[in-house]
T-cell receptor
Framework: GAVVSQHPSWVICKSGTSVKIECRSL??????MFWYRQFPKQSLMLMAT?????????EQGVEKDKFLINHASLTLSTLTVTSAHPEDSSFYIC????????????FGNGTRLTVT | AQSVSQHNHHVILSEAASLELGCNYS??????LFWYVQYPGQHLQLLLK??????LVKGIKGFEAEFIKSKFSFNLRKPSVQWSDTAEYFC??????????FGKGTSLLVTP
């Protein structure tokens, strides 16, 4: 079945540094990918919709200059957390759709980010 | 704005017990409804989905869910749980576009 690969699985970085998270669709092309964030004991919150070849669409309250999204190809979207702070520590999950609008999403394994 | 509410945050059951996890949503229009499961250490997987037609939807691993439009509900059920069902369960809706809105999740622990 469709596989979405996310890398790294976990990362620890120092405050002020930037971290890049990759999301790849391994056996299908994804024109649209989605980035979610999950705080402990809370729901997955949509951060942004990543569109291949165009700018990402950010949800209200998500800083686009802080969470840079690049979707340069049909199989790769990246999320860069710039100038990370401890409050950015969270679980980030990407997802992609295989097929048309009514097809379900497939999720990556997620990335646990800890900012010290 | 649409929202999803999962009533039970933590559920503990013994093996062979029956399961029902509640999910309500608030949106007046047409929605697609999903249940996802996340087993420990694994990624989210689709359990079942409802788009239209028969409101009783059967998914993988013996799970089913019933869409009750009048109650804005999409509860997940399983007649007899197993230890391997220990996981986190997320209800989600999609009203338009492509993204999903998730509930907060329900952590299920099945004890032997």
């Amino acid at each position: 079945g469709a596989v979405v690969s996310q890398h790294p699985s976990w990362v620890i970085c120092k405050s002020g540094t930037s971290v890049k998270i990759e999301c790849r669709s391994l056996d299908f092309q994804a024109t649209t990918m989605f980035w979610y964030r999950q705080f402990p004991k809370q729901s997955l919150m949509l951060m942004a919709t990543s569109n291949e070849g165009s700018k990402a669409t950010y949800e209200q309250g998500v800083e686009k200059d802080k969470f840079l999204i690049n979707h340069a190809s049909l199989t790769l979207s990246t999320l860069t957390v710039t100038s990370a702070h401890p409050e950015d520590s969270s679980f980030y999950i990407c997802s992609a759709r295989v097929g048309g609008e009514n097809s379900p999403l497939h999720f990556g394994n997620g990335t646990r980010l800890t900012v010290t | 704005a649409q929202s999803v509410s999962q009533h039970n945050h933590h559920v503990i059951l013994s093996e062979a017990a029956s399961l029902e996890l509640g999910c309500n949503y608030s949106y007046g229009g047409t929605v697609n409804l999903f249940w996802y499961v996340q087993y420990p250490g694994q990624h989210l997987q689709l359990l079942l989905k409802y788009f239209s037609g028969d409101p009783l939807v059967k998914g993988i691993k013996g799970f089913e869910a019933e869409f009750i439009k009048s109650k804005f509900s999409f509860n997940l059920r399983k007649p007899s749980v197993q230890w391997s069902d220990t996981a986190e369960y997320f209800c989600a809706i999609r009203s338009s576009g492509y993204a999903l809105n998730f509930g907060k999740g329900t952590s299920l622990l099945v004890t032997p």
